[in-house]
């Protein structure tokens, strides 16, 4: 079973970046397409940004367009998300999460795995 760790999360004043890294184990990273969520207090878990498994084909959320990035290094089974500009309203857990197929996905009840989280916060 594969196994998400992310990391990168922290608090940052708004306008700044941050860079999360989600690394997983087992070996069907590479075949497995993988996507980010948030989730703020109080609030559902939302979508925020997805990839195919070869990294070929990104799609996002509207709220982050132009401000993030998702990225991987199947070499390093490795999923990343470049965030700049942050704003407050970007506070939030935010979550890895696998899924076993090759296309991107964006709902969160799709998803085979996950991983326990990073909390991200941007102070105004």
């Known amino acids: 079973q594969v196994q998400l760790v992310e990391s990168g999360g922290g608090l940052v004043q708004a306008g700044g970046s941050l860079r999360l890294s989600c690394a997983a184990s087992?070996?069907?990273?590479?075949?497995?397409?993988m996507g980010w969520f948030r989730q703020a207090p109080g609030k559902e878990r939302d979508f925020v940004a997805s990839?195919?498994?070869?990294?070929?084909?990104?799609y996002y959320a509207d709220f982050v367009k132009g401000r993030f990035t998702i990225s991987r290094d199947n070499a390093k089974n490795t999923v990343y998300l470049q965030m700049n500009s942050l704003k407050p309203e970007d506070t939030a857990v935010y979550y890895c999460a696998g899924v076993v197929r090759t296309w991107m996905v964006t709902t969160a009840s799709e998803y085979d795995y996950w991983g326990q989280g990073t909390q991200v916060t941007v102070s105004a």
């Open positions: 990839i195919s498994a070869s990294g070929a084909s990104t």
């Open positions: 087992g070996r069907t990273f590479s075949r497995n397409a």
